[in-house]
């Protein structure tokens, strides 16, 4: 980003960067975690169920980060197939975000999703790692 369209469609032009299989299962699964189910026509239910999770009050943190992974797990095994025995894990902290221009103060969840699968075409393991920040959900 941003992307050069010019450079793509000239005859001589360079050669577009291609990524790896393993970086686009990265790429891929961190546009489902950040999508929210309905937000794409081609499919209404591409995405996860975590941006339900957004403001939830967090009254049990044990059960949050159940529901939070299992979200995960459904839309990530539906709409990630060259994957495998995927594991989770979640750590939830609380981060104080700071604005100086409006000079305020912000308590903010932060949630890093640490994930190890098998690349099925390989069979190698890999691991990825996401950071989200919630209420409202961004992404780092």
């Known amino acids: 980003m941003p992307f050069d369209f010019a450079s793509a469609v000239e005859e001589n032009g360079p050669a577009l960067r291609k990524c790896d299989e393993l970086e686009s299962v990265y790429r891929h699964i961190e546009m489902l975690i950040s999508t929210y189910p309905g937000e794409h026509t081609f499919d209404y239910e591409y995405g996860t169920d975590i941006w339900e999770l957004d403001f939830e009050r967090i009254v049990s943190l044990n059960a949050w980060k159940t529901q939070f992974t299992e979200c995960l797990k459904r839309s990530i095994s539906k709409y990630e197939t060259r994957i495998t025995d995927c594991k989770y894990q979640l750590e939830v902290e609380e981060v104080l975000k700071e604005n100086s221009i409006?000079?305020?103060?912000?308590?903010?969840?932060?949630?890093?999703?640490?994930?190890?699968?098998?690349?099925?075409?390989?069979?190698?393991?890999?691991?990825?790692?996401?950071?989200?920040?919630?209420?409202?959900?961004?992404?780092?």
Request: aromatic share 10%.
């Open 102 to 140: 409006v000079k305020n103060v912000s308590v903010r969840k932060k949630v890093d999703i640490y994930m190890e699968a098998t690349l099925i075409s390989t069979g190698d393991p890999c691991r990825f790692h996401y950071t989200l920040f919630l209420g409202p959900l961004s992404k780092d």
